[in-house]
Every structure is written in C-alpha cells, then in structure tokens.
C-alpha cells in the first residue's frame, strides 16, 4: 500500500476512535470489519502495523447504537472510501442514517413533556403555552419526538439541553407558544444559540432575569448549540402551523446520510447530584415557639379561616382566604411560623383543606 494512503487512512481512523459517537457508531464497526477483511491481501508491512491498530481500536469500541450520525465530516467514511478504492473487491457496506433510541433510558431528566418518537427529529417546547403541548402531542405530526413545556429561562434550559444532547436523532427545536412573561424563556434559547455563555454561565445578551446555566457544563452547552438548530415560532399557537413546520424540518432527514448538524450522543454530567431514593419517616414536627395554628373550611362561604394561638392558647389572630397559597404567604409575611417542619406541616394541611372546598370532602386536621 502507498505510504500517503496508509497514512490517511491510519490517521482518519486513529482521530474517530478518540471520538464518544464513534465508539458506537455503525460507521467505524463496519469500517475496521472492512478494514479486517483486507488484511490478507496486503503488503506485509502494511497487514502487520494494521493488524496491531485494530486490536488497540476494537479494544475501544462499544456496542453498536446507531447505523450512521450522517457527520458532516465523517472520520471512518474516508477511510472505508480510500479502502474500497484501493480493494475494490471488498466493497463497503452501506450505511443508512437510522438510529435506535431505548425509551427507557431517553429522555435522561425528568420534566412536563410528552415523548411521542424518540428517534423523530424534531422536539417542541410551547414555552408558557401549558395546553399547547397535548394538543400538538395528540396531533403527532410525522417527525416530532419530544413536546413539552419550558416556563423557565435556566432550569427549564438546562433539561432541554441534557434531554438533546443524549438523543442523537434530535437536530431542531421548535420554540412556540406564549413568552413567559419576565422570563423571556425563548429569547433567552435564541440568545443561548447565537451567543453561548460567558466565564460565569450566563447567557449572552439573554433578556431574561436570571438567564445562568448551573446545571450544565460548557461542553453539554457547546454541544447542544452545534447539534441543534432552534427555529423561532415564538407567539404562534396555530397546531397546524406548527405540524407542519416540523414535518417540513423532519423531511430533510429523510435522505440516507444527509445530516449536518451531527454529533454524538452524550451521557449528561450529573456526578455532582445525588438521587435519594425518599424514606417514609416517622412525621416529627418540632415544637414552634412563634404558635400553632387552627384550620377550619366553611363551605358555604368558600374559604378558609385559620386561627393563630400562642402556645398558652391565647388567639393571636385569624386569616381568611380562599387559596392555600394566600394563606400560607400571609403567614409568612406576618413570621407567625418559624421552624421549616412546621411551615412544611401548614402547606400539607392548607393544601387538604383548599382541596375538600373545591371536592366536598369533609376535612379534618391531621386526619388522613
């Protein structure tokens, strides 16, 4: 074999076996299976220092989890062109861009969002358009995996990230639906993939208040802006509009190999974070100096009245509400609770009686 041609093809393949999307990829297997194959009718020098080279890159592969990513520069590909060019006898195989998602392990973070087909290449966030998403879901347009909601310029981006970065089929997202307000969660994504993030994790020239990524590394975050492109239907909520926008973004994946926004599929960084597998305690709730509370429903008024007394039984106040939730914030704004046990106590119980007002139930403190 020419010295310039083992080289290229050495050095091709020495670069992609470094590469994460390689080690599973169809392309490379095929390729050092190809390479293999024509080791017998080689020069000996070139058949030996092969020979070596492939048991160091089998040693590196995993198993295969998609045929082709469709690169644009694709690393095995020249090598197993320049190797049939050369033995035109051992003819490549072909290779098609179809990839195999195992839904239960995709999508990776938990989240309001519906999976519709994992290896689809589309994905859809309504931003605040909460309904949007069922709608758009039940619709199932031909080319849409994942449809979900994102309220929230830095959580709500760092679940969209690592939920992409893991599903190499993904190559856009459509942002729709209403801008949640202050937030500006989808101006905040164009931002994110126009400009990336500075030294300290923001977003920049992002509109949004808190436009930081915490949760994502600058490799998930540079990841995600090559393998995706956003395409912004911001304030549309037209489900025919939108289908059809991403039938006509899935339509262009349909040619074998036409990908150009490849990379490989991520594992996402959650080495810092611990998942507890909660317990069910023994309910402790410690002795509150600042008082204790009585909650009664009154149905006929539809509200909640709580009575506020100190602990040697002297009423100190009343509230009346209609919600939990104004309730427990005049609590709050008042410091008549102190010890987060007892905060934690007051919300479950509010929320009862909030729930047999709006059900009919008969409610009971601390009943079951």
Known sequence: ?????????????????????????????????????????????????????????????????????????????????????????????????????????????????????????????????????????????????????????????????????????????????????????????????????DAKGRIIKAPGKRPFLRNVVEAEIEQFRHQVQIVNMIGCEDVGEISAQIETLSSCQAAPCGCSHCNEAATPDTSAVETILAADFDEIIKLDKAGYFVILPIPPQGIINVEYYSYNDRLLGVIEGQTARAIYLTILNRGWVTELSHAAYLGKELAKAEMSLEVGFKYIQDGA
Not at 104 to 115: A, E, F, K, M
Not at 121 to 149: E, N
Request: hydrophobic share 45%.
């Open 1 to 197: 074999m020419p010295l310039p041609l083992f080289q290229t093809i050495r050095s091709e393949l020495e670069t992609g076996i470094q590469l994460p999307k390689c080690l599973k990829c169809g392309c490379m297997q095929a390729t050092l299976d190809h390479l293999a194959a024509v080791l017998p009718i080689m020069d000996a020098e070139s058949a030996l220092a092969f020979h070596n080279d492939l048991t160091k890159w089998a040693a590196h592969m995993q198993p295969v989890q998609y045929s082709c990513l469709g690169c644009a520069h694709c690393y095995p590909a020249v090598a197993q062109n320049l190797l049939a060019g050369a033995f035109p006898q051992f003819a490549p195989l072909s290779l098609r861009c179809d990839f195999q998602i195992n839904e239960d392990d995709w999508p990776p973070v938990v989240g309001d969002y519906v999976v519709v087909a994992p290896a689809a290449s589309v994905a859809v966030s309504t931003l605040a358009s909460v309904d949007l998403v069922d709608k758009i879901a039940a619709h199932k347009p031909s080319g849409l995996a994942i449809v979900g909601k994102t309220e929230t310029e830095n959580i709500g981006l760092d679940k969209i990230i690592k939920n992409m970065i893991t599903n190499p089929a993904l190559r856009h997202l459509i942002v729709c639906g209403a801008e949640s307000k202050g937030h500006q969660t989808g101006q905040t994504l164009l931002a994110l993939a126009q400009n990336g993030v």
